[in-house]
Structure formats: C-alpha cells, structure tokens
C-alpha cells in the first residue's frame, strides 16, 4: 500500500526552530521541528494564531539533513523605558529569568533595578533540510498550492529567516514516508563535491510510535494566550541516499507564484 508524501525543502541563509521555552536565550534544534513547520503552513493557508490545527497536526513528518550547517550567536542588549512627560523617560525595571526549586525557568521583578538585559539568539547558517509530510493526498495538494502561493510571508523557524529558492517539490507516492525521502536524490552544490550515481549517508528523524526519543514540538494552539505543545515519538538513523547530477543543484522557484489576487507581502509596502 503506498502512501502520499509532501517534500518541502527548507533551505536559506539562516534558520532557527526553537525546541525548548525561551527567556534570555533563544535556541534552536539542529533539525526542523513540527512546530515550526506546521506554522509555516498556517501561514501558507493564511491561519489566524488561534486557528484549529488538528488536519496540521495528523501529518506524520519526516526530516532528512542534507546539510547540518553551522551554529551562529547573535547577542543583544534589551532596555525597557516608559514616557513621563515632554522630553523625559524613566528607565523601568526589567523581569530577568531565573529558575525556581523544580528546576523551571520563570520571569520575575528583582528588588534591584534592571533597566538592560542581556539576550542571545542561535541560528543554523548555510543548513539544508527535506521535510516530508504524509497524509490524505487532497489535503496535501492543498498544502502543496499553497505553499507555492502563501497567504502569508513563509519562515524557517523565525520571521527573519526567509526560505531561499523553492519550497514545495510537491506530492510524491511511495510505499512509506522515509521511503519517499530516501528516494529524492541528494543534490551537491558543485560538481566536484559527489558523482552523479554515488550513495551518501544522511541523517534521519522520522515519526516512529516505536520510536525511543520523546520531542516536544507538537504544537496545541498558537494563541498568544494559550500556546501549549505535546510530545512525539521519533526515531533516528543514518541511511545512505543517491546523489544527484549537478543540475539538481539548487531548485529555483516553481513557474508561477504570483497570484494577482493577493500579495503575501503587501503590508511591506
């Protein structure tokens, strides 16, 4: 029995997907979490925050890493102060993160004043992913427009790490969903880096009931004031892949996504 698989391939110069609470510093996992492809969805399909995204969250999602790319850290500085009158601002004190006795992050107020806070962001630089989603074919041909057309600017994890290049490489069929990642081949950004024909070895994380690993990164709700995500069982592995001609290189974008109708980035202007 063959089942119906959507590959996006998320690639560009940076990408971060958080897979843990963030206070003063932002991580990001080495690979894509559901999460943060599920909102990229939504915001293909033009989801409000607070949208169902049960039909999103019954996907079974796989990651093949075609290139780990390299950790970055970005520093910041956050100061907080409010208008007192024509003129002049009074710095406000700023919440700070600590952890309390079950060992959890939380926000509180010192009695000593803190007007700036230091932040740290991570990213991936240069990293490339295939992602595969399998479920009702129709409803992946949906997913699959509008990826091509999204409603709303499309992320890799955050909103200042725009995708590069296509998206979508569509629906394919294939007797499982890690079947269907191992059989696009892997495509080298130079002649010289594989031979058309060679195998390589990749990296995997597939959904997997039987799967030792539990993720976090299911996401609940989005809404501002209820976010809230569950666990998945997923399983890892090395498995090796074909390795594309060079031509396969870097996938550009599909013919059409222009949709006169509606612009994603219209509020840009």
């Known amino acids: ?37 599920i ?20 996907l079974r999602m796989g990651v093949r890493v075609d290139r780990r790319g390299r950790l970055l850290r970005d520093f910041h500085t956050a100061s907080n102060y409010e208008w007192i009158g024509p003129k002049a601002l ?3 004190n700023l919440p700070r993160s600590e952890v309390n006795a079950a060992g959890m992050q939380q926000l509180r107020t010192g009695k000593t004043p803190m007007t700036t806070v230091q932040t740290w962001r991570y990213y991936l630089q240069d990293a490339s992913f295939l992602v595969g989603l399998e479920g009702e074919r129709e409803f ?8 091509r057309r999204p409603w709303f600017p499309l992320a890799l994890g955050r909103r200042s790490c725009p ?15 890690v079947g269907v990642l191992r059989s696009e081949p892997w ?22 009931e039987d799967g030792e690993e539990l993720v976090r990164d299911v996401p609940v709700s989005f809404a501002p004031t209820e ?15 074909k390795v594309a001609g060079s031509s396969a290189a870097v996938p550009g974008p599909p013919a059409s996504t222009v949709d006169a109708e509606h612009d994603p980035l219209w509020w840009t202007e």
């Open 90 to 92: 009074q710095p406000k």
């Open 187 to 208: 495509a080298p950004r130079t002649r010289k880096e594989r031979s058309e024909g060679d195998e390589i070895e990749l990296e995997f994380v597939w959904e997997d």
């Open 163 to 177: 995708p590069a290049g296509r998206v979508s490489l569509g629906v394919k069929e294939g007797e499982s969903l």
């Open 227 to 241: 976010r809230a995500w569950r666990e998945r069982a997923v399983t890892r592995d090395s498995l090796p892949v």
């Open 1 to 37: 029995m063959s089942v119906s698989v959507l590959l996006l391939r998320l690639a560009g110069p940076m990408q971060s997907w958080g897979d843990r609470p963030a206070m003063d510093t932002r991580m990001t996992g080495r690979v894509p979490t559901k999460s943060g492809v």
């Open 39 to 58: 909102g990229l969805l939504g915001a293909a399909l033009g989801l409000e925050r607070g949208a169902d995204l049960e039909k999103l969250r019954e």
């Open 140 to 147: 992946l041909g949906r997913l699959d427009e509008a990826v």
